[in-house]
């Protein structure tokens, strides 16, 4: 079946520092992807989507590229800020459902 | 636009008890999830529904467990004779499906089972 992997955290960081998240998928055919994030007691929200092949999502700085030579998803940001600290999960849908990653930890020091 | 409510937002029962979760989607939104995530997991699907009609369950989703979303707006999530495995987060998330719809998915703050 359809499965999404991404990269194991936590990742620590410092302020300005360089941002990338691998994920990587398996799927039959070309599901929208999404990446999702879940701050410090709050609920998920959606950070960015890229629904086909090429389409580059982006938000709030944070942008990711739908790779499907490398059935890749990978989130990135020029220069993190403490306030991005928070758990980041990589999703596919499949039918009406998502089906997401294990979720990456982000730590950004001051 | 109030955003997907939960109640009750915690619950601590005894293994063998039934517990009953409540969702509020966006009220526009016809389409209503149930997830489940554990510590250190993304969320899991369970089930979902199109206005009133159940579209698709997971095999996650034991006899024990049943939803329903009886007028097609609320949705209730009930687990009965609960175990230890249960405890989670228990997440309810709301789309706009159709011509119009985005079908994004917006998720509530969920409510956090403890079976002790």
């Known amino acids: 079946g359809n499965s999404v992997t991404q990269m194991e955290g936590p990742v620590t960081l410092s302020e300005e520092a360089f941002l990338t998240i691998n994920c990587t998928y398996t799927?039959?055919?070309?599901?929208?992807l999404f990446w999702y994030v879940q701050y410090p007691g709050e609920g998920l929200q959606l950070l960015l989507k890229?629904?086909?092949?090429?389409d580059k999502g982006s938000n709030k700085g944070f942008e990711a590229t739908y790779r499907k030579e490398t059935t890749s998803f990978h989130l990135e940001k020029g220069s993190v800020q403490v306030s991005d600290s928070a758990v980041y999960f990589c999703?596919?849908?499949?039918?009406?459902?998502?089906?997401f990653g294990q979720g990456t930890e982000l730590s950004v020091k001051p | 636009d109030t955003g997907v409510s939960q109640d009750p937002r915690h619950k601590i029962t005894k293994r063998g008890q039934n517990v009953t979760f409540r969702c509020d989607p966006i009220?526009?939104?016809?389409?209503l999830y149930w997830y489940r995530q554990t510590l250190g997991q993304g969320p899991e699907f369970l089930t979902y529904?199109?206005?009133?009609?159940?579209?698709?369950k997971s095999r996650l989703l034991s006899d024990r467990f049943s939803a329903e979303r009886p007028k097609g707006s609320f949705s209730t999530l009930e687990i009965q004779r609960t175990e230890q495995g249960d405890s989670a987060m228990y997440l309810c998330?709301?789309?706009?499906?159709?011509?119009?719809?985005?079908?994004?998915?917006?998720f509530g703050p969920g409510t956090r089972l403890t079976v002790t």
């Open positions: 998330a709301s789309s706009l499906a159709g011509p119009s719809g985005s079908y994004e998915q917006y």
């Open positions: 799927a039959t055919g070309y599901p929208s």
């Open positions: 890229a629904t086909k092949a090429d």
């Open positions: 999703a596919l849908r499949e039918g009406g459902k998502l089906i």
């Open positions: 009220s526009e939104h016809n389409r």
């Open positions: 529904f199109q206005n009133e009609a159940q579209l698709e």
